[in-house]
């Protein structure tokens, strides 16, 4: 199999290239692309793989010198790992139309993002 790789400068420009036929696939950040496929013209046109291609070490930035905020940030969000409100919002996020367009990503969590909730790495304080 021959292929050509085709540079786009952001996102939104990569996703018209495929909707134009000027190419035929787009890699990027599933929820990224469920977005773009939500907003477009005719969401029903595309679909995402369901093979994952890789996976991504995500990462919440911050203040440095905001110590009490960071406490704060990974208190709630190994709570809702914890008490399973994650889910939920999970749900409502990325598998429920979202205001105001009631556009639906339809992206369910992924069997490795699961994992991590059923297992998240919290402060001994949380379980």
Do not use: C, H
């Amino acid at each position: 199999m021959s292929m050509r790789m085709i540079e786009a400068p952001d996102a939104s420009e990569a996703f018209a290239l495929l909707q134009q036929g000027r190419a035929q696939a787009y890699l990027n950040d599933d929820i990224l692309l469920a977005g773009l496929r939500a907003t477009s013209e005719r969401p029903e046109e595309w679909r995402l793989a369901e093979e994952i291609l890789s996976v991504e070490v995500l990462a919440i930035m911050l203040r440095r010198d905001d110590p009490e905020f960071k406490r704060l940030v990974d208190t709630t969000i190994g709570r809702y790992m914890v008490d399973g409100q994650i889910r939920s919002l999970w749900r409502r996020w990325f598998e429920s139309p979202i205001p105001p367009g009631n556009r639906t990503l339809g992206v369910p969590m992924s069997a490795l993002m699961r994992d991590q909730v059923r297992f998240p790495t919290v402060e001994e304080g949380l379980r």
